[in-house]
């Protein structure tokens, strides 16, 4: 019971390392970046999607097909790992080689059709952590050895029992056998110490 309580606490861990939902504006051309702490061999999930926004009027208009919005991604050497251009709904991924803080960055570009004056383009990004991709074999192997190393204590508990238990058992046949033995023998000296005891009282 303990060993499944425990793969479930690590695949948890493991499969919700962080999920990350964002909502930002963005002019044309904007670069937006934001930092993101990964643990190595981690798959980065990203989906996205753009509305745009007028300020003026405060509500959301359709959104052209001609938005572009491009996605980078740097190590913490700040070695691009990830670059792609998508339209205004998209997804990405990517896994990380080691831990620590990847830059995120992502850039609109509405060159083709301007974005008006006072429109913004509005960005819904969700990023999640699927995971550490390639330790599962470790994973469940670490949790078979702990799983067997907890069954041999318990078969070591129930020896431990079983010995006591025989023990107890012995002393009280050895009890028993030494009470069969010795109750005949103090009755036939109780049955002389009384018949001597009458003749000399005669």
């Not at 008006?116 to 994973?139: F, K, Q, S």
């Not at 050895?145 to 009280?172: A, C, G, T, W």
Request: aromatic letters at 12%; one cysteine or more; glycine letters at 4%.
């Amino acid at each position: 019971m303990a060993a499944v309580k425990l793969l479930t606490v690590v695949l948890l861990h493991f499969f919700f390392t962080f999920v990350s939902s964002l909502y930002f504006h963005m002019g044309d051309t904007e670069r937006k970046c934001f930092m993101e702490k990964i643990p190595n061999e981690t798959m980065l999930i990203g989906n996205y999607r753009t509305r745009l926004f007028d300020g003026q009027r405060d509500e959301y208009l359709p959104v052209s097909q001609n938005i572009t919005l491009s996605v980078q991604f740097k190590d913490p050497n700040d070695k691009l790992v990830l670059s792609r251009s998508h339209g205004s709904e998209g997804s990405f991924r990517f896994r990380s080689k080691e831990p620590g803080g990847y830059q995120i960055c992502l850039q609109a570009n509405c060159s083709q059709h301007p974005l008006p004056a006072g429109v913004l383009l509005a960005v819904h990004l969700d990023l999640r952590a699927a995971g550490r991709t390639n330790n599962y074999a470790e994973i469940a192997a670490l949790l078979r050895v702990r799983q067997l190393m907890e069954q041999v204590l318990q078969i070591q508990q129930e020896q431990k029992y079983q010995r006591l238990m025989e023990r107890d058992s012995l002393e009280v046949t050895e009890n028993t056998n030494m009470w069969i033995f010795w109750w005949p023998v103090a009755r036939s000296l109780y049955v002389v110490f009384i018949i001597i005891w009458h003749t000399k009282s005669w």
